[in-house]
Protein backbone atom coordinates (compact mmCIF):
# COMPACT_ATOMS: atom_id res chain seq x y z
CA UNK A 1 0.00 0.00 0.00
CA UNK A 2 0.64 3.66 -0.20
CA UNK A 3 0.97 5.97 2.39
CA UNK A 4 0.81 10.03 1.73
CA UNK A 5 0.61 12.50 4.07
CA UNK A 6 0.50 15.98 3.38
CA UNK A 7 1.60 19.34 5.31
CA UNK A 8 2.45 22.92 5.91
CA UNK A 9 -1.01 24.54 4.43
CA UNK A 10 -1.88 27.56 6.04
CA UNK A 11 -3.31 30.98 6.10
CA UNK A 12 -0.61 33.37 3.58
CA UNK A 13 -1.05 37.05 2.82
CA UNK A 14 -0.87 37.38 -0.57
CA UNK A 15 2.61 37.84 -2.30
CA UNK A 16 3.84 35.32 0.50
CA UNK A 17 4.95 31.99 0.19
CA UNK A 18 5.07 28.55 1.46
CA UNK A 19 6.23 25.07 1.36
CA UNK A 20 4.05 21.99 1.86
CA UNK A 21 5.80 18.43 2.35
CA UNK A 22 4.71 15.43 1.41
CA UNK A 23 6.04 11.84 3.22
CA UNK A 24 5.28 9.12 1.83
CA UNK A 25 5.73 5.57 3.06
CA UNK A 26 3.71 1.70 1.99
CA UNK A 27 4.98 -0.28 -0.85
CA UNK A 28 8.65 0.25 -3.01
CA UNK A 29 8.02 3.14 -5.17
CA UNK A 30 9.89 6.33 -6.10
CA UNK A 31 9.26 10.04 -5.03
CA UNK A 32 10.08 10.90 -8.26
CA UNK A 33 6.27 9.91 -9.40
CA UNK A 34 4.61 11.68 -6.75
CA UNK A 35 3.15 15.23 -8.09
CA UNK A 36 1.10 17.94 -7.07
CA UNK A 37 -2.48 18.53 -7.42
CA UNK A 38 -4.82 21.43 -6.36
CA UNK A 39 -8.88 21.41 -6.05
CA UNK A 40 -11.01 24.44 -5.07
CA UNK A 41 -14.38 23.82 -4.50
CA UNK A 42 -16.85 22.93 -7.32
CA UNK A 43 -13.75 22.02 -9.31
CA UNK A 44 -11.60 18.94 -10.59
CA UNK A 45 -8.39 18.43 -8.75
CA UNK A 46 -5.65 20.13 -11.08
CA UNK A 47 -1.94 19.22 -11.61
CA UNK A 48 0.12 22.14 -10.04
CA UNK A 49 3.10 23.00 -12.83
CA UNK A 50 6.44 24.29 -11.85
CA UNK A 51 5.98 26.85 -14.63
CA UNK A 52 2.68 28.71 -15.86
CA UNK A 53 1.86 30.93 -18.39
CA UNK A 54 1.10 33.78 -15.82
CA UNK A 55 5.22 33.63 -14.91
CA UNK A 56 4.39 31.84 -11.86
CA UNK A 57 6.77 29.76 -10.55
CA UNK A 58 6.48 26.56 -8.50
CA UNK A 59 9.26 24.50 -7.45
CA UNK A 60 8.92 20.56 -6.57
CA UNK A 61 12.10 19.19 -4.46
CA UNK A 62 12.72 15.69 -3.26
CA UNK A 63 14.73 14.38 -0.09
CA UNK A 64 15.16 10.92 -0.40
CA UNK A 65 17.04 10.24 2.74
CA UNK A 66 13.49 11.32 4.27
CA UNK A 67 10.93 10.28 1.33
CA UNK A 68 9.46 13.51 1.41
CA UNK A 69 8.54 15.54 -1.81
CA UNK A 70 8.05 19.52 -1.33
CA UNK A 71 6.36 22.03 -2.95
CA UNK A 72 7.36 25.79 -2.27
CA UNK A 73 5.14 28.54 -4.04
CA UNK A 74 6.46 32.15 -3.95
CA UNK A 75 4.46 34.95 -4.75
CA UNK A 76 0.96 33.73 -3.89
CA UNK A 77 -2.42 35.12 -5.18
CA UNK A 78 -5.61 34.63 -3.36
CA UNK A 79 -6.30 32.15 -6.74
CA UNK A 80 -3.74 30.08 -5.53
CA UNK A 81 -6.38 29.20 -2.31
CA UNK A 82 -7.02 25.16 -2.28
CA UNK A 83 -6.57 22.23 -1.17
CA UNK A 84 -3.38 20.98 -2.40
CA UNK A 85 -2.91 16.45 -2.41
CA UNK A 86 0.14 14.68 -3.52
CA UNK A 87 -0.44 12.04 -6.01
CA UNK A 88 1.21 9.12 -7.14
CA UNK A 89 0.23 6.60 -10.23
CA UNK A 90 1.63 3.40 -8.62
CA UNK A 91 0.68 -0.54 -9.63
CA UNK A 92 -2.33 0.25 -11.65
CA UNK A 93 -3.98 2.69 -9.23
CA UNK A 94 -4.13 6.55 -8.16
CA UNK A 95 -2.93 7.24 -4.54
CA UNK A 96 -3.86 10.76 -2.53
CA UNK A 97 -2.91 12.29 0.35
CA UNK A 98 -5.58 13.49 2.65
CA UNK A 99 -5.02 16.99 0.93
CA UNK A 100 -3.54 20.23 3.07
CA UNK A 101 -5.44 23.84 2.79
CA UNK A 102 -3.72 26.75 1.62
CA UNK A 103 -5.18 30.06 1.98
CA UNK A 104 -4.20 33.16 0.65
CA UNK A 105 -5.79 36.66 2.00
CA UNK A 106 -5.01 39.10 3.42
Known amino acids: QVQLVESGGCLVQPGGSLRLSCVAS????????INWYRQTPGKERKLVAEFTSSGHTNTISRDYAKNTVYLQMNSLKPEDTAVYYC?????????WGQGTQVTVSS
Open 87 to 95: HIYYAFRHF
Open 26 to 33: GSTFSIND
